[in-house]
């Protein structure tokens, strides 16, 4: 009976009642990936995830960047889905300084080619400068225009970038509690290097047909077992599932 999830309704769930539920079960590093899907698995309506996601879900996610050094995202993500700056709100930020956390998580993005505009909002509307990990191979000027416009700018290997070093880097820079929000190559990525520790998944009570692609990408086939730590219903039918890798 242990090894059922906690079953809990989001309406009994205050904010302070969200952090608890959420905090990483061990020690850092600790990496988890955070999704909403459909009920048959689709990760975007007409590319975007904004038609699957709700007002709990959001709460989920500000509580998530708020317990984490840092949010991972892939380039193509960062495009699709027009991120700006991670904005705590006052409370998020005292308690992120309580717990000796920088008072905002900044955004890492991981792009071999350093395909990101300078003047995107990722860079023009945040309160941090991000981080983009990309490869000595990206082309000069289009790192420089990144460093120009306030990016820290790292490069990690000459073609690709391996979770091994992503994971190392942001090490060095003392950011040990990473969220990961997509997308599927990277959080791929990340299954199939086995460094993946924990996945949070939103279902959204929504059918989309079509060919959206799943929460993870890969040529490599690799099986990790799983235990739900919890499952929360929402009043709009939303489940939101709580994955944690089982020991080896």
Known sequence: MTNLPNLVQSADLDDTALLELYEEPGNPPWVRANFVVS???AVATVGSSSGLTSPFDQRVLKVLRDLSDVVLVGASTIRVEDYIGIRPTEAGKKWRLEHGLAAVPPIAVVTGRADIDPESRLLTNTLVPPIIL??????PSKKQLLRDAGAQVI???EDSISSRA??????ELGMNRIVCEGGPILTGQLVAD???DELCVTTSPKLLAGESPRITRSNQHVAVDMRCRHIIFDTDGAQLARWIRQPS
């Open 39 to 41: 009920v048959d698995g």
């Open 134 to 139: 990309t490869t000595t191979s990206a082309t």
């Open 155 to 157: 490069e990690l290997g």
């Open 166 to 171: 992503i994971l190392d880097t942001l090490a």
């Open 194 to 196: 086995d460094v993946l």
